[in-house]
């Protein structure tokens, strides 16, 4: 006997592949939110380094029935080099990302973290030799000049926590490029293996040095970082399976709508109307790049 499936089920299978592409980029832009807003919030007491690690930690645990249930033959590769080079650059980016949430309006951070892809552009063509025409230039241009709007160096003091971010996304934008080099020959299966994998063999290390010993709230607290980090990355991931690239990317700018709420309502901290205007400025460019390379794709 067959039972049919569950209203919830019915509804999901219902959407056009595109609506539930844009249901699964809300969802993934509310996971990140929440995880950068907790982030903040439990560095209060325990140091970025030791979230970084536990993040990573817990969502390996989160990963783990969907490797049982694949088996572990997507490890196979003649690319661990390329993948532990990876992993270990993303730990980098991860330790200088949450460091800057930290100690920088979360907001602000936040807005910077859209100029990965610029980044990536810029790279994609000394790197890969890829063919940008004026457009496209003009576009990287006015998306770093959007940076610019955000920081306004000379009339408020550049901070720390902005730095690293702009560090880390530079540091995303080689990542960007290695993974566009290693889809080249890796499923995405392996690529997501062994940067979960990786990302916690890697900063266990760093994070023994600095480690204390949280509070019962913290780990709770820091269990739901792990979990909303991972839901967000799958929920990105498949996405991008759903739909096109251009007609969920758009929604992606949600992060820093919902960042905004969460940080005025918990820590006061309300973005000013440049810090808005630059970040659209960032976000239209990175967004036009990926439209342009899909046309030429």
Known sequence: MTHAPAAPVRIWRS??????????MIVSTLGFAGMHVLIRYVSREVDPIQIAFLRNFFGLIVFLPIFMREGFGFLRTDRIVMHGVR???NVIAMFAYFTALSIAPIARVTALAFSAPLFAAVLGVVVLHERFRARRWAAIVIGFVGTIVILRPGVIPLD???????????????IMIMIKVL????SSMTITGYMNILLSVLSVGPALYVWSAPSAEMWAWLVLIGVSGTIAQIALAQSFKE??????????????????LMGAWIFAEIPDLLTWVGAAIVFESGFYIAY????AG
């Open 292 to 295: 342009r390379e899909r046309r």
């Open 15 to 24: 959407l056009t592949p595109t609506m539930r592409g844009i249901a699964l």
């Open 183 to 186: 889809s080249r020959t890796e």
């Open 243 to 260: 739909a096109e690239t251009t007609a969920v990317l758009p929604f992606d700018f949600l992060k820093l709508v919902w960042v905004t």
């Open 160 to 174: 720390l926590g902005s730095v690293l971010v702009l560090f880390s996304a530079g540091v995303w934008g080689v």
């Open 87 to 89: 992993a270990g650059l």
